[in-house]
């Protein structure tokens, strides 16, 4: 009876036809810092093009990417926010990089090929030929994974040719016994798998291991085949937890991320076509927020927490647009809110110093030394931008056009507290051009200012004291 073995080998020759397709499995290890992940895309030419899925660990189901294409040797994959770009090289091997927003990390991708095994030997192998590609000759038999770098066959009849094969071997009792597994991990050459079949179905505990042989890779936990929890181990931290996931029907429900000394840093629950993601910092929540597993966009509520657990601010995003926020202080009280129509602000107290209507732009302005504007409001500099009136802690004001500057310009009103009033024209925030003074007891000074001096009284009557706009 055939049996089919899933092999990564590396070549050193192409044939011209897989030049021109790049149907088929290709596998590469990912790696950010001291981590390893595996990334697996299936391939599959269309009448439009490609298609494909992806798997980042492959023991899971896998899910179809966002995009994808190929030309001028050039691949293009969109997945889960993130981007691949590699070159197709001679060898079989695309070389490229995973970018992520700002960051970029090199990957390599190798093609996988189906041969066809039997009585513990690979047939149909040929010094002069690579292996060709799996067919539907093989579809129905029964698959396995083992890991090769590079083999070299001295005959087509000698069993496990080639140094990396003599190391491998595979039990063929399927119950009862442990059974090993090899999984596709060539860069870093890992060990197996390890686990009990019951009754030809996976049952409890299977272990992996890193290559040094004492550091435990992966745990994954079965019930009647099916996995219900995966964790995952950093190679340098003697054991420590990387991240525990956990599973229903085969399905990953959410995951639990720790840093190099244990402590929990993140959870990952799935929500359907979403996923909601929590950040922990010393025990303690930090943020969370909701994303596309599609688009890998942020969709719903961003809430971000104080280090006392409070909520700092909540956030709404659609397609990763900005919908609203509210800002809170860490008492409690709220401190900003923003949406399409209007923005507020409010001072630690719950009272409110800043609104301003989005559509007609007016608004008022709290100062803090107690002075007010109410008026129309440029929304980005959140100052004073146009028609309004200022009214000053102390009882006087201006009616007038008052700039995100602070100066008042154009025609306008200013009244003193001691009963004086001017009418006029304004610029740089001072009285300047033509305007008249009134004053208590009915007397007009007409003519024309400048910085708030008159230097040419139509009345012909002197003023007697300067008459700068600018309240103290």
């Known amino acids: 009876m055939n049996k089919t073995f899933l092999i990564l080998v590396t070549f050193f020759s192409v044939t ?23 990334i697996r895309f299936n391939i599959q ?44 090289r001679s060898d079989n091997v695309i070389v490229g990089e995973l970018k992520r927003a700002e960051e970029s990390f090199p990957l390599e991708l190798s093609f996988i090929y189906y041969v066809p095994y039997e009585n ?55 119950s009862g016994t442990y059974t090993t597994f090899h999984n596709i991990y060539p860069d870093i050459n890992t060990t197996d798998t390890i686990g009990k079949y019951v009754n030809g179905k996976r049952e409890g505990k299977w272990v992996k291991k890193y290559p040094s042989g004492s550091n435990l890779n992966s745990e994954f936990f079965y019930e009647n085949d099916k996995l219900i929890k995966e964790i995952a181990y950093i190679d340098f931290s003697e054991n420590n937890k990387f991240s525990e996931s956990y599973f229903n029907n085969g399905i990953k429900t959410n995951t639990i991320f720790y840093n190099r000394i244990g402590d929990k840093i993140g959870e990952e629950v799935f929500e359907g076509d979403y996923s909601k993601k929590y950040n922990y910092k010393n025990g303690v929540i930090t943020d969370s927020y909701r994303v596309s597993k599609t688009s890998g966009t942020y969709e719903g509520d961003y809430i971000g927490y104080y280090e006392n657990g ?93 700039n ?36 208590p007891d009915g007397s007009i000074q007409e003519g024309i200012w400048e910085n708030g001096n008159l230097i040419n009284d139509y009345n012909k009557t002197p003023i007697a004291s300067n008459s700068n706009s600018k309240q103290s």
């Open 120 to 174: 513990g030997m690979i047939k149909n192998m040929f010094d002069e030929q690579p292996i060709s590609t799996g067919s539907s000759a093989f579809e129905n038999s029964q698959k396995k994974m083992i890991s090769i770098q590079q083999v070299t066959y001295t005959s087509k009849s000698k069993p496990y040719a080639g140094n990396n094969l003599l190391n491998y071997i595979v039990s063929e009792k399927m």
């Open 16 to 38: 011209t036809s897989l030049s021109q397709d790049i149907s088929g499995t290709w596998n590469g290890i990912l790696g950010i810092d001291q981590e390893r992940f595996n």
């Open 310 to 402: 409070k909520i700092r601010t909540k956030e709404y995003y659609e397609k990763d647009r900005q919908i609203h926020f509210t800002r809170y202080f860490e008492n409690g009280n709220i401190n900003e809110y923003y949406d399409a129509k209007k923005s507020e602000k409010f001072n630690s107290n719950g009272e409110k110093i800043y609104y301003i209507d989005l559509t007609t732009k007016k608004g008022f302005i709290l100062y803090e030394k107690g002075d007010k504007w109410e008026g129309i409001i440029d929304d980005y500099s959140e100052k004073p931008n146009g028609y309004g009136t200022y009214y000053y802690i102390n009882g006087g004001k201006f009616i007038g056009n008052y």
């Open 404 to 439: 995100y500057k602070d100066d008042f310009y154009g025609k306008g009103q200013y009244f003193w507290t001691d009963g004086r009033k001017y009418e006029g024209n304004f610029n740089n925030g001072q009285i300047n051009g033509y305007g008249k003074m009134t004053y």
């Open 45 to 88: 030419k269309t009448t439009d093009g490609y298609t494909s899925t992806c798997c980042n660990n492959c023991l899971v189901s896998s899910k179809k990417v966002n995009s994808i294409s190929y030309e001028n040797s050039i691949l293009k994959i969109k997945f889960d926010g993130l981007e691949f770009q590699g070159t197709y």
